[in-house]
């Protein structure tokens, strides 16, 4: 892709609306800088996919009096259609949250590097992957689990206890993985 194509669809900071808008030498720097794609972890995405669907399982143990014996089929089901729609959710997420998070401390990084075009890159690619990443767990995650308990003891409270569970975290995982999709 072309630079400028890049830097089109990205929201413009707002370090470049105020004090830096008569300066075009600073808006072309900032222009001639590619920003890299984000690189998902995805081993990182996927264990903490896991853990939030084995807290899921862990609420319906404790709260819900749920036998897992009994029911290991659904908690299995359960949890592995959880855990991939949420790894699919932390990806689409950190790649919206990537874009900004690089774009808006890029100034910041220039300063510190002053002038080697390299040493920031990669300097603030790492700080971009790292925050998007933390950022995106934080944010599906919450969502996920709002979702769940609004789904167990709202919107189907009168089910049996382990349907209740699989048509609660596909509708809680899946939904997360939607809100993930939109655009910036």
Known sequence: RMQSEVFDRLPRPTFFTHHTM???????????????EFSANFVQFAVFGLISSAVAVALYLRILHFDLTENLPYFIAGALLSTAALV?????????????IFAKNYT?????????????????NSFANSEASNLSIFYVNSIFFLLLVIATFYLFPNIAVPWNYLLSVAFASGLAAFVTTGSD
């Open 88 to 100: 699919f959710a932390y990806i689409n997420e950190s790649k919206k949250a990537f874009k900004k």
């Open 22 to 36: 008569g300066r075009k030498a600073d808006q072309q720097a900032f222009s001639s800088v590619v920003i890299p």
């Open 108 to 124: 910041d990084y220039e300063a510190k590097y002053k002038g080697k075009t390299k040493d920031i890159q990669s300097a603030l």
